[in-house]
């Protein structure tokens, strides 16, 4: 069964780096491109970007300068770093597997940007 | 303000047939990128429903059916159950975004 899990804390401070995990069991991460996407309290989703094993990033035009996002093979999960933080930030951060469409998700982490 | 365009709200009673639109343009659902609906019960990660011109994922009833034409994409519910209710969102790709994905705003159904 494959399986997705989010990690990180749960608070961050503004103008700090937002750092999160997901955790990929089932299924080789090498097998497919990998995408996270957020949803503020309340509101939508919002793309954030895509990664593949090979270093292959697709990013939101609108995080690109703050974001980085990476695979680790080794211990099958990927990572996603957000620099300069602010309230805005604030939201539900999911990964998701991309497969015509994001047939499978983690349950999300809520980060939550304050002082 | 979402790329895709979503009835904030729609409802509908026990049985009857609901369709959800998500509007876009000829730069997303009228370049013919694919066109995929979730369903996001309360509280739950989004769950992939349906696609234009693929498959239904196993396990979702053939009561959730998508469509589109021109720069359109529908989502129709037949046979509303309670267990519907939830929030809907369309999502495609748009090519003046450099193909990045985009979602609609969401539609919240609400079974009367």
């Known amino acids: 069964q494959v399986q997705l899990q989010e990690s990180g804390p749960g608070l961050v401070k503004p103008s700090e780096t937002l750092s999160l995990t997901c955790s990929v069991s089932?299924?080789?991460?090498?097998?497919?491109?990998w995408t996270w996407i957020r949803q503020p309290p309340g509101m939508g989703l919002e793309y954030i970007g895509y990664?593949?094993?090979?270093?292959?990033?697709n990013y939101s035009p609108s995080l690109k300068s703050r974001l980085t996002m990476s695979v680790d093979t080794s211990k099958n999960h990927l990572s996603l770093k957000l620099t300069s933080v602010t309230a805005a930030d604030t939201a539900v951060y999911y990964c998701?597997?991309?497969?015509?469409?994001?047939?499978?998700w983690g349950r999300g982490t809520l980060v939550t940007v304050s002082s | 303000q979402s790329v895709l365009t979503q009835p904030p709200s729609v409802s509908g009673a026990p049985g009857q047939r609901v369709t959800i639109s998500c509007t876009g343009s000829?730069?997303?659902?009228?370049?013919?990128?694919?066109v995929h609906w979730y369903q996001q019960l309360p509280g739950t990660a989004p769950k992939l429903l349906v696609s234009?011109?693929?498959n239904r994922p196993s396990g979702v009833p053939d009561r959730f059916h998508a469509s589109k034409s021109g720069t359109s994409a529908s989502l129709a519910i037949t046979g509303l159950q309670a267990e519907d209710e939830a929030d809907y969102y369309c999502?495609?790709?748009?090519?003046?975004?450099?193909?990045?994905?985009?979602f609609g705003g969401g539609t919240k159904l609400t079974v009367l």
């Open positions: 000829s730069s997303n659902i009228g370049a013919d990128y694919d």
């Open positions: 998701a597997r991309n497969s015509g469409g994001f047939d499978l």
């Open positions: 999502q495609s790709h748009d090519s003046s975004l450099g193909g990045y994905v985009v």
């Open positions: 234009v011109n693929t």
């Open positions: 089932g299924v080789s991460i090498s097998s497919y491109y």
């Open positions: 990664v593949y094993y090979s270093g292959t990033t």
